[in-house]
Nanobody, 118 residues
């Protein structure tokens, strides 16, 4: 199973971006999916998470600005980011708990860079 992110880029403060992460492979089912980010010199941190039945949770610093959603038919999770701030600059990673046949583990994408200029 592979996770492939897209949608990162350079945006001005106050702007918007939409990240996508698509899972591909065979004989798998996706449980929870989430977006994480890692800024230079910092540890990777959770941004938002969505369960297989659509329940969401967000960290405080993105509440009201970011929205996570998923399309189960497309095995894709999205992160709509509005009102972006320079401190949102980071590499954003998609993570998912995936079951392949009978084995369940975490999978990660390669990351997509988001840069917010002031």
């Amino acid at each position: 199973v592979q996770l492939v992110e897209s949608g990162g880029g350079l945006v001005q403060s106050g702007g918007s971006l939409r990240l996508s992460c698509a899972a591909s492979g065979s004989r798998f089912s996706i449980n929870a999916m989430g977006w994480y980010r890692q800024a230079p010199g910092k540890q990777r941190e959770l941004v938002a998470r969505i369960t297989s039945d659509g329940r969401t949770n967000y960290v405080d610093f993105v509440k009201g600005r970011f929205t996570i959603s998923r399309d189960n038919d497309k095995n894709t999770v999205y992160l709509q980011m509005n009102s972006l701030k320079p401190e949102d600059t980071a590499v954003y990673y998609c993570g998912a708990v995936i079951t392949v046949v009978t084995l369940t583990r975490d999978y990660w994408g390669q990351g997509t860079r988001v840069t917010v200029s002031s």
